[in-house]
């Protein structure tokens, strides 16, 4: 389980630079805001989970579900750029991680 908490940790910190760094195209893109809180967060969840820190499975599992419900309810795929895709992806292994350690923290 010590893998899949460090693979979560590492794809939460690759999620938050990814976010910060779509941050970069400047205040005038209208997700500045949320990219900008979704970076910080998800950076935060990253050391969180590194330190051990077992309340952080259920935010790791539950934030990541929000940009993905938005952007399959509302986002056309055919237009995402290589960052968006990646950091959707990111999102989908990072819900899975969350969920084997949440669940494997309830059997024990």
Do not use: E, Q
Not at 7 to 31: E, Q
């Amino acid at each position: 389980m010590k893998a899949i908490r460090y693979l979560a940790a590492a794809l939460f910190l690759l999620d938050g630079i990814l976010h910060l760094y779509f941050v970069t195209k400047g205040p005038s893109d209208p997700n500045f805001v949320a990219a900008l809180a979704f970076g910080i967060i998800y950076f935060a969840l990253g050391v969180l989970l590194i330190l051990n820190k077992k309340f952080a499975f259920w935010p790791g599992f539950i934030i990541p579900i929000l940009p993905l419900a938005y952007a399959l309810f509302t986002v056309d795929f055919k237009i995402l750029d290589a960052i968006s895709i990646t950091i959707l992806v990111c999102d989908v292994l990072v819900v899975i991680c969350c969920l084997i350690l949440l669940l494997n923290k309830n059997r024990s």
